[in-house]
């Protein structure tokens, strides 16, 4: 009975050193090998089998590769491209600059803005080099440093980037695992150097744990609900949303980063303010510079952000993954994140994830090539294009709004794309595009699809009566006749007026006789000549500019204070100064208004302020963007700015004067004195911007941006 006591000593040995003869048992090439083995899931059904066997000789298949990954040398491209990954119920969506946002279910983890042309929401990783201080991202975004080369990759099971910046080539690898709601990023970095690099690695997730729209109508009070907590055991930081109501969905999130081999303690942050700084966005944020303040509990805006430092000897590499996993409860999600805090159980993500595309695409007949004319279909759907749109001719002549979907049955929430069909031949492209609708079901994409039958009106309509079958054939993943899934509906039972509304409103339309969806997207319109680029007419030494005429102010704060007659309060904002949080100015009459802030940031409305915005509110008190902007322009020395601080800050002072329906700019700098003056009119609907700008001689170029 001796082995049993030995088992009894290895049982306690491997309790108290964390599974340690575990994971010696595990790193053996043979056993690794054989883990699958160890989660395979019963048969949710025995099929019987009748009569003799006979045996099947396995045939040789060959597999077409042409076209079946999409690979790019720069991230600068005119249309994004997206890559969705998903499990069923926990979804990623990657761009090729590396933005995109994470979903569970049908709620945001993530924060997320559509923006084909910034493209900044995402989950980041800072790298820092702490002897030169060179800075740069695993991918493109956010910091948009320079790269000696940039790479991506795009495969049915995973999205790769690869990048050559600093001392090291960056790999970055993505995932959802096939097992367990968690998104994986192994990122590798190798030193190219001759000397040992000594690296500071920080992630970055701003969190919305919220429906889209609910996010999206009011950021800063969707922040309010949410708690954060650190777990000192696997290293991970928690995020729970409180409950408004008795129906809301529960929902808790970790982040970890996960080394190869045991580093220095991690810090972390959960506060934005404190990570970003006042009026500095992801590209540069404050926190790099300085240590974290590991902060956690009720913030008012809520981030993960975690970071660990590490040595590199040259030719070497060193592995770290960063983990977030999602669950319905708190008990849940710890023991999903004390799972992930083992390097090998990620690289586990990466086989069942490879292993879960590949039985997708089996399940759905398609080849890798379909998956990625799929995906790129997708990302005309979620950063909409002209490409696969009706000329704005037609667009323009549209009479109707949302009602007009509502008359089809159509809720217009979800975005929309039309097939028109106009003869049985065209029937195998209706079956790929049905097929593609289940393929963005999968991958955590809802859509309406729209199937228009142009067959002209007779007793037995057999194209509108084939159509049917076919979609009650196909959409049993997606359904008929409810939100994100196939509507079948005939032009002659709808009138002219709603068809245009209908293509209108749908981010893509698809005419079946204009070929295979690979085609139709290949027959994409010429892209748009560039404008010249401005040159410099001649050397120009710039002069000094005088400076802003002295103010005397009453209870003056060091930032700003009132005037004599109390009318107005004046903000002064000299170089790297910033005001605390937005002071804003708000301008409105019964039938408009408007809001403007010290920075110039500003935000214009008609009748109704949440549902009748002109431009943009971003709703964002650290970064405060602009929706409106105007630029000044030498066209001499070649030299832009704006007479706001945002969105062209210059070392020269501003001044912000806030008065009752107004609010005045002055602004002096390459030796030309600005003043604007943006006002409502008292029974006007409309907002007006006056410029004066005043110098000795140059000519000036100004564009009004909105």
């Not at 770290?320 to 993500?349: I, M, N, Q």
């Not at 709808?494 to 006789?513: F, G, T």
């Amino acid at each position: 009975m001796v082995h049993h006591q030995g088992m009894s000593l290895l049982a306690y040995g491997n309790a108290l050193h964390d599974n340690a003869m575990r994971r010696r048992f595990h790193s053996d090439p043979r056993i690794r090998a054989t883990e699958p083995l160890l989660h395979e899931h019963i048969p949710e059904q025995i099929l019987p089998t009748t009569g003799e066997a006979h045996e099947e000789r396995p045939v040789r298949q060959t597999i077409a590769t042409v076209g079946a990954t999409a690979v790019a040398q720069t991230p600068e491209i005119a249309s994004p491209r997206i890559h969705l990954l998903s499990n069923g119920t926990c979804s990623v969506t990657v761009t090729n600059s590396g933005g995109g946002y994470l979903r569970w279910l049908d709620l945001d983890v993530t924060r997320w803005r559509a923006d084909a042309t910034c493209d900044v929401s995402g989950l980041f990783c800072y790298i820092r080099d702490l002897e030169s201080g060179t800075t740069w991202s695993n991918t493109h975004q956010p910091v948009r440093s320079p790269e000696r080369r940039y790479t991506w990759s795009f495969t049915p099971d995973k999205a790769e980037f690869r990048r050559r910046s600093g001392p090291c080539e960056t790999i970055t690898e993505i995932v959802i695992s096939a097992e367990d709601d968690a998104e994986v990023r192994r990122v590798t970095l190798v030193n190219t150097s001759r000397k040992p690099c000594r690296l500071e690695l920080t992630s970055y997730i701003e969190l919305a744990l919220a429906p889209h729209r609910t996010d999206r109508a009011h950021p800063a009070f969707n922040k309010l609900f949410i708690e954060t907590e650190w777990l000192p055991n696997c290293e991970a930081l928690v995020a729970r949303r409180r409950l408004r109501a008795s129906d809301d969905r529960p929902v808790w999130a970790a982040h970890l980063m996960v080394p190869e081999s045991a580093i220095e303690a991690a810090e972390f942050e959960t506060d934005r303010a404190k990570f970003l700084g006042r009026g500095r966005t992801p590209e540069n944020p404050e926190a790099l510079t300085r240590r974290l303040t590991n902060s956690v509990g009720a913030v008012l805006d809520p981030i993960f952000s975690l970071r660990r430092r590490v040595t590199i000897l040259p030719n070497q590499r060193f592995q770290f993954a960063l983990v977030t996993v999602v669950a319905d409860s708190r008990e849940a999600v710890v023991t999903l994140a004390g799972r992930y805090s083992e390097f090998h159980t990620c690289a586990r993500a990466f086989e069942t994830a490879w292993t879960h595309s590949q039985l997708e695409m089996r399940r759905l007949h398609i080849r890798r090539a379909d998956v990625q004319t799929f995906q790129q279909l997708a990302g005309l759907i979620i950063l909409p294009q002209a490409q696969l749109r009706p000329p704005p001719g037609r667009l323009g002549r549209r009479a109707e709004g949302q009602r007009a979907l509502w008359r089809q049955g159509i809720s217009g929430d979800l975005p929309i794309v039309v097939v028109m069909i106009g003869h049985l031949r065209d029937m195998e492209v209706v079956r790929e595009i049905l097929t593609a609708h289940t393929f963005w079901h999968l991958r955590g994409l809802k859509v309406d699809l729209v199937l228009v039958s142009e067959e002209v009106a007779s007793y037995d309509e057999p194209l509108t009566e084939h159509l049917r079958r076919l979609t009650e054939a196909q959409a049993h993943l997606t359904g008929v006749d409810q939100p994100g899934g196939v509507y079948l509906r005939s032009a002659t039972k709808i009138s002219k007026e709603e068809l245009i509304a209908l293509q209108a409103a749908a981010r893509m339309v698809l005419v079946a006789a204009r070929g295979t969806l690979r085609q139709q997207l290949a027959a994409s319109a010429p892209a748009a000549a560039k404008p010249r680029q401005l040159l410099p007419g001649r050397q120009f030494r710039e002069e000094p500019s005088a400076p802003l005429p002295f103010m005397e102010l009453k209870y003056f704060n060091g930032l700003g204070g009132f005037t004599e007659d109390g009318k107005e309060f004046v903000i002064y904002l000299g170089p790297n100064r910033h005001t605390p949080l937005p002071w804003i100015n708000i301008m409105a009459n019964p039938k408009f208004g408007a809001l403007i802030s010290e920075s110039g940031a500003e935000c214009v409305w008609g009748r109704n302020s949440q549902n009748d915005r002109l431009t943009p509110w971003f709703n964002d008190p650290i970064c405060d963007p602009p929706g409106t902007a105007i630029y000044i322009r030498d066209d001499e020395i070649g030299a832009v700015w704006s007479p706001t601080a945002k969105p062209i800050r210059e070392k020269d002072a501003y001044r912000a004067r806030h008065g009752q329906g107004y609010t005045t700019f002055e602004h002096n700098s390459h030796a030309i004195e600005q003043r604007l003056l943006t006002f409502v009119p008292v029974d006007d609907a409309g907002e007006s911007r006056c410029a004066c700008s005043g110098c000795a001689c140059a000519t000036i170029r100004r564009a009004d941006e909105s």
